[in-house]
C-alpha cells in the first residue's frame, strides 16, 4: 500500500463518520466519509512515485583503503535513479563514532529526477588508529506530508585502515649489543665489511685492488691494503602493551595511542638503519611479525599495529613464551608500555637478567590525564608521579634503559636523551 | 491550527457546542508543539469529527454542504502543512545547509503538493457530495439535468474505482 498512515487514520475517520451519521442521523457525518474518502483518492494517487528504484555505489577518492592517521580521506557517493521522480531522497552513510567529517557530509538530502544521476562527496578522518568500517548507506524515501517513507537499497560497507602516526626521527640510532653478520649501520669495531677507515695491512693476494693505499704502498716501497671497520646489524623486537586496564585517557587520546604511534615511528627508524625489526602486539590477541627488514616488513609493521585489538587477554607476561621460543636469542627488546600494571616491571626485570638487551619506552600516563583533565589534584597527582618514579627507578638498577616520555611531545628528543646516556654508559 | 478552529467556531454559533472546535484544537497543538505526529494526527481528527457533532443538525443546503467539505479540506490542510513543517524543521536540525538548493526545492513542492491536493480533494468531494446528496437525500432537480448528471456520475464511480484499483495494486518496486 503506497500511504498506510494515511490508509488507516482515512479508513478511521470514514468508519467513525458513517457511525456517528447513523447515530445521530445526520447528513453532515456522512459528508465527512465521502470527504475522507476524496482525500484518500486524490493524496493516495498523487504523493509517492510508483517506481522507486536508486542504483548507489560508494568508493573512496582513487580506490585508497590505507591512510595515516589524521589524514583525510574521500569518500564518493554514487546515486542513478532509475525510477520515478524522487522529491526528498535522504542518504545516510553510516559512519564509526569516532570518524570526524571534515569536509561535506555524509547525510544528505537530494532531489533526483527520472533517469539522473549524481555523486555525493564529504570527506572524514579518524583520531585513532586501527580498521574502521564505513557504511552502510541508508537511502531513505519519504512524501512532502511525511506519511510515507521508503528505504531503499544499501550499499556494503567498505573497510578503511588508518595506520598510526609516525613521526621523523633522524637523529636516532638504536644500536643493539647484540650484532648479526649481515651488513648494518653498527660499529662494530672490528675489521670486516664497511665504509669507515679501520687499519692498515700487507696486501695478501685475492684483496680488491680498489682497496689498496697507494700512499703507503709509496712511502713503504710494497703494498699495503686498507681495511675497514664492520658494519653490522642487529634484531630489534618491539613489543606493545595492549593490556586494557593499564590503558589511560579517552578514546582519542590515550597510552594505547601513542605507544602505537611510537612502535610505528621506531620501527620506521631502526629500519632505515638496516637492523631487522620485528613486533609483537599484546593485547585482546597476540599479534606478532617476524623480525625483518626493507619495505614490505615496514607494511607488515603498519598492518599490524593497525589492526591491533586492544584486551585483557595477553598482558607483558604473556609474550614471554613467544619471544624465548619462537623469535631470536640476544635481540634489542624495546617495550612499549605506560607501566601501569605493576607486574609487568617484573617481567621486564625478567628480560633484563637473561641474555636480552632491553629498553623501556614509556608513555607517561599521568601527563595524558593531565592534558585532557586539567590539574588531577596535588596529592593524586604526587602518588602517582611516586609510584611511577619507583618503578623506572627499578628497571634502571636492573640495567634496563627507561624512556620516560611525555606523549604530548615528539618522541625524538627524549628517545635521543636516553640514548646518549646508554653510549656513555656503554663506553665506560 | 487555532485560527481555523476559531472560524469553525465562529461558524457555528448557532449550537450550544460551539466552543468544541477551539477546545478540541488544543490536542494537535500539544501534538504539534512537542513534535508527536501520533498526538497531532489524532488531533485533527478529533477536530474534525467535533466540527462535524457540531454542525449535525444543520439544514441540508448547497451553501451548508459547501461549508462542511470547505472546513474539512481546511482542517486537512492545516493538518498537512503542520506536518510538512515538522518535517522540514527535522531537516533543518540534522542539516546544517538548509539553504541547501534540494532542501529549498523540497519546500516549494510541498506548498505544491499541499495546495494541489486539498483544492483537488475539495472539488471531489463536493462532486462525491453531490451524488450522495441526490440518491439519497432526496434532492429535487430537473429531469434534463438528472440525465447529464447521472452520465457524469456513472464515469465518476468508474474512474474512482480505477484509481483505487491502481492505488491497491501498487507493489514495491524500490
Redesign the interface.
Known sequence: ??MD?LLV?LT??TI??VL?GNL?R???????A??????F???????PP?????DVRRETSRGIRDVYLGDEIELNIHLENK?DEL??LEVHDILPSLVEVVDG?N?????LEKGEKKDLYYKISCPVSGKIEVGPTKIR??D????FS?E??EEENISIRILPRVQEMKKIDINPSYTKHWLGDIKSKSIGVGNEFFSLREYHIGDEIRDINWKATARYQKPFTNEYEAEKSGDVILVVDGYKKGIVGTMRNNTLESSVDAAASLSSAILSARNQVGVIVAGEYLNWVYPGTGKNQYQSILSNLAKFEKGGTWGLEGVKWLLEDFFPRRSMIIFISPLTVPEFSDTIVDFCRREYDVMVISPDPVKIEKNIVGDLGSTAEKLHRAERKNIIEKLWTYGTVVVDWDPNQPLEPALEEVLRYRQRKRRA | MILSAALASLTSLHSVYWFFPLIFCIVPLIGYNVRR?LVL?SGI?LL??SY??V????S?TTAN?LS??GF??LF?GVW?YA??T??VSG?DE????SS?K??Q??KR??LN??F??VV??FF??V???LI??YS??EMGIGANIEIILMVIFSSAVFF?LY??I???S?K???
Open positions: 500500500m503506497k498512515k487514520y478511521a475517520l467513525l463518520t456517528l445521530f445526520s447528513w453532515v457525518f456522512f459528508m465527512g465521502i470527504s475522507s474518502l476524496a482525500l483518492v486524490i493524496v493516495g494517487r498523487s504523493l510508483d517506481d522507486i528504484r536508486v525510477g522529491r526528498f557530509s547525510h544528505q538530502i537530494v532531489r524515501y519519504r512532502t506530508f511525511n506519511f521508503e531503499l537499497d | 505526529l494526527d481528527l474534525i469529527i462535524l457533532f454542525n449535525r443538525v444543520i441540508f454542504l462542511i467539505i474539512f479540506f486537512v498537512f506536518r510538512n515538522l518535517l531537516i540534522v542539516f546544517e545547509s541547501d534540494n532542501v526545492d523540497f513542492s510541498a503538493d499541499l494541489g491536493n483537488m480533494g471531489l468531494a462532486f462525491a457530495g450522495g446528496a439519497s437525500l474512482i484509481l483505487l491502481n492505488i491497491f501498487w514495491k518496486t524500490a
